[in-house]
């Protein structure tokens, strides 16, 4: 009878046996204050060297390009000042506005770079990503002080080009070292030595060599480029724990989007823009430059969400309503379209107008009608595809849920319990612990990688479970 008015614990063990439940990557004393106020000291060196310059540069970019003279990468040639008046805008126009650009890029690398500074300077491996957002996006993203400075002084030149070196290198090292701040596998070290090479003969070498060099910078780079996707993949199923697998998924999605919606750009920029456009600074300043920095915006975002935010568990359901919603506008997109040609041409043969108000009209309503019917397909195709484990457990737990109306006995309920846990959830060991009191903040706060579930045999006809509370993490 005691028993059966207990509380009874069951307790499922998923952690990776490959990485240790703790890892330390904290900083202390010393070493701790001497990070800190290099990054306060960079930072601020970065921000106000960008501010100085960015008249200087806009100085530049108004000035155009001549024949026979080198330019730098922004100028204007004689052909572009021609397309830029054929298109009703001035020069001060287009300059202003990419001096806006790299002024906000600039900022919102540093503002998250101080975010993650503030939030955890005291964790190495976040004050690596603040120092990497601030390098990268303050001197490697844009060419403000490239342009400028580097070129008043061999010292400046220097400064910039070093700043520059890790801002890049940083970029792909972080690769081998997120979310643990580890180096997996050990051997990755030495890669990302390599990356460091690279880039200060890119940054400081590339112009003493002839352009052949630009096919083997190129293959260097796709290589290691390479290593870091697999350094990721293999930590992400080898080794890191479910937290860290989390973070994982942020990262890559913010990188994904971000890739997919650049190549798209490029995809449709090619076909529907104007070939004289397409051969012009004109585009890379009004339409290259906005939709790059946009997309390369969802990366430090992503890492930030990675680093801050607690509930990572909500990629999960933000990555299956991008691949829903995406997959649903593109069907329907080609739908539409399809559909106005097809009708249209109908409307032609019969009438002789090809345009026709009722054919929007049809159209419109054919799609609205289409949108919920599609949407749910498309939901259990890809629940189906990609989470198959989720759905499988979706059917497990409704199977569950009819004999727990019935259960009485604590014993029959347990056995119960260890085979949904074990069939839903997949855990390396599973084990009971019947004890007399409520579990404290202690035992709730055990591991990232166990999961508990908390039954009150008195109250077991009114349990209900779903996916979202038969395990927490």
Known sequence: MNQVMNQATLIATTGSPDSPEDRDTQLRGRWLLIAQAGWIVLTLLILALNAVMLPRYDTLLQSPCQLGTPCFRLQLTPYDLRLLHQLGLSLGFLAAYQVMLDAVAVSVYCFLGALIFWRRSADWMALFCAFMLVLFGGVGLTNILQDTLAPISPA??????????????????????????RFVPRWTRWVALCVLVYWIY????????????????????????FCAVGAQI??????????????TKWVVFGFVVGIVGFVLFLILGNAFL????L????????????????????????????????RLYDIDVVINRTLVYGSLTGILGAFYAGLIIGLESLAGLFTGQASQPTVLVISTLAIAALFQPLRRRIQNLIDRRFYRRKYNAEKT???????????????????HLLAVVQET???????????????????????????YIF????????????VNNVYQC
Do not use: M
């Open 202 to 225: 890119l940054v400081f070498f590339i112009n003493i060599f002839n352009n052949n060099s630009v096919k083997v910078t190129n293959l260097v780079f796709f290589t290691l480029l």
């Open 455 to 466: 039954v009150h045999p008195t109250r077991v006809r009114n349990v209900q479970l779903s």
């Open 397 to 415: 737990l409704a199977a569950f849920n009819a004999t727990l109306r019935s259960e009485v006995d604590l014993n029959e309920l347990r056995h």
């Open 234 to 247: 293999y930590r992400y199923r080898r080794v890191s724990t479910l937290k860290e697998r989390q973070q």
């Open 279 to 310: 051969k012009s600074s004109v585009l890379s300043t009004l339409v290259a430059g906005t939709c790059t920095y946009g997309f390369l915006l969802l990366v430090p975002i992503s890492i930030v969400i990675a680093i801050l935010r607690s």
């Open 425 to 451: 959830v997949q855990a390396n060991s599973c084990f009971t612990v019947v004890t007399q009191e409520q579990p404290g903040e202690q035992d709730k706060q055990l591991d990232d990688n166990n999961i």
């Open 274 to 277: 104007p070939k004289t456009l």
């Open 156 to 181: 400046w030149y220097a400064l910039i080009g070093t700043l520059e070196v890790f801002g890049q290198s940083g970029f792909l090292v972080f690769f081998f070292l997120f979310p643990s701040g």
